[in-house]
């Protein structure tokens, strides 16, 4: 199948389809997580998978929580802190935790993907950067040829001169740059100053360093934001040409998000000037040559992503798109989920929970959820529109067992309106996200959820 790689921005079915959603890093998503799931339950299912399937790769996700200050947007699970200090009893517990998962998979099931998130990974200084590489080599086998995809999130301002070149030394390959907006005036207005010149020396350092692949994140929506404020901003990011570029909507929930109350809502963007923003960014990244993966990432023809999507090997978990579905995905450090077997768990997300649980010598999962033959079904079908546009109904009935026209008559019907609108075509054989419909495939993929449908209650933020 030849992929129709268009994106088509039509500013009256967006406003049409502007709803609350899922972002779909999983399927069920974390709302339906659930204490019943706990750390034994996860033990029993990490070693069955030895059995199951003794040659599926692993990947692994670090959480390093701590940040040097509050960005005033951020949703993300954090420490704010001036004390370096308190990375010690942190990383203390980590390794007591990777010991732990470690012991519970096979020796032979290669780490094909990694990755440290945060708050700020880069906030650890270099000796303790270089022990955790040390400590995970000793729990689980880390490709030493560069052909694992191993990845960390930078902030530019706490880069050293010499940081770039110890994480590619350890084994890194991919890096994702926060930049968020260059303008002077929007950085103040979310606390988080950061010279152009910060910015370009990391990314520098990594392509010096030979970084296979460098990720920017963008954020639109933020205060004294306007079509032409970004536009010059993207000037420069299209000057510097990344492998891969993340535009976030900024969603502002200050009812969630502590830090956001300090966000001036009088100096936020209008809904129009989003849309605005939005459109004029889709045209200028695609007429650069940039690909729209889907959701809020772009990425260059020959980038990794790009070349899964066209091949339809593309995959959705927790840390956005990848190129490792045949992977068990572990979960290390507060907060952090994991998604092993047929079963998702997380972490305790409070430092001193977190801490207690480890020193009792019992692994952190406090909550999660095991698939049902429904999910996972579903989850295959969400994961293939989300990442492919495509749906082949035939493949995935013969794959599952069933009439998929049947199945799923209820969301089919419900798909009418969507077709009737040009957001997709539904074939006897196919489901066909159209180029209009990609920027609302978020829309389409909760026509499936079957959670979503029984009305639950979730907090999502908008689709655009």
């Not at 930078?154 to 770039?164: G, Q």
């Not at 940039?290 to 927790?318: C, S, W």
């Not at 069933?402 to 957001?423: C, P, R, W």
Request: contains cysteine.
């Amino acid at each position: 199948m030849t992929m129709n790689q268009t994106i088509v921005f039509d500013e009256a079915l967006i406003k049409r389809y502007d709803k609350s959603g899922p972002r779909y890093t999983s399927y069920p998503t974390a709302p339906q997580f659930h204490s019943g799931f706990d750390a034994d339950r996860y033990t029993a299912i990490a070693k069955a998978t030895n059995q199951e399937n003794p040659q599926r790769p692993l990947s692994l996700y670090f959480h390093i929580p701590f940040c040097d200050t509050v960005c005033y947007y951020c949703g993300c699970n954090k420490v704010v802190t001036k004390d370096r200090t308190r990375t010690s009893p942190y990383l203390e517990r980590l390794f007591k935790e990777i010991a732990m998962q470690g012991a519970l998979f096979d020796k032979n099931r290669t780490v094909d993907q990694l990755h440290w998130g945060g708050g700020t990974p880069t906030f650890i200084n270099h000796e303790e950067m270089t022990a955790l590489m040390d400590t995970t080599r000793q729990h689980f086998k880390l490709r030493d040829d560069d052909t694992g995809e191993y990845s960390i999130e930078i902030d530019p301002r706490e880069v050293k001169k010499d940081t770039i070149a110890l994480l590619r030394s350890l084994g890194f390959n991919r890096m994702s740059l926060g930049v968020q907006d260059f303008d002077p005036r929007v950085q103040k207005a979310v606390n988080r100053i950061q010279s152009e010149e910060e910015t370009m020396f990391a990314l520098q350092s990594a392509r010096d360093t030979g970084f296979k692949s460098i990720s920017l994140d963008l954020i639109y929506g933020l205060p004294f934001q306007s079509v032409d404020s970004f536009g010059k901003t993207l000037d420069k990011i299209l000057a510097i040409s990344p492998d891969r570029l993340s535009v976030f909507n900024y969603a502002h929930l200050p009812e969630l998000f502590k830090p956001q109350r300090r966000i001036n809502p009088d100096e936020l963007p209008s809904p129009q000037e989003k849309l605005n923003i939005l459109h004029m960014t889709i045209e200028r990244l695609t007429a650069a040559g940039y690909v729209y993966i889907g959701m809020d990432h772009f990425a260059k023809p020959g980038d990794e992503l790009a070349v899964a999507q066209r091949e339809g090997t593309l995959y959705r978990n927790f840390q956005g798109y990848s190129t490792h579905a045949d992977c068990d995905l572990v979960g290390l450090g507060a907060t952090s989920i994991g998604q092993v077997g047929r079963s998702y768990a997380q972490n305790l997300k409070e430092l001193e929970e977190y801490y207690a649980a480890i020193d009792a010598g019992k692994l952190a999962v406090f909550r999660g959820i095991e698939l049902t033959d429904d999910d996972v079904l579903r989850r295959e079908v969400i994961t293939q529109l989300i990442c492919h546009f495509h749906l082949d109904k035939a493949a995935v009935g013969k794959r599952f067992g069933i009439d998929f026209d049947s199945y799923f008559a209820s969301e089919l019907k419900d798909l009418e309106g969507m077709q009737t609108d040009g957001l997709l075509t539904h074939s006897a054989g196919a489901i066909d996200v159209q180029p209009v419909g990609k920027l609302l495939i978020r829309n389409i993929c909760m026509t499936f959820d079957r959670h979503l449908r029984e009305k639950q209650g979730q907090r999502f933020s908008k689709v655009i």
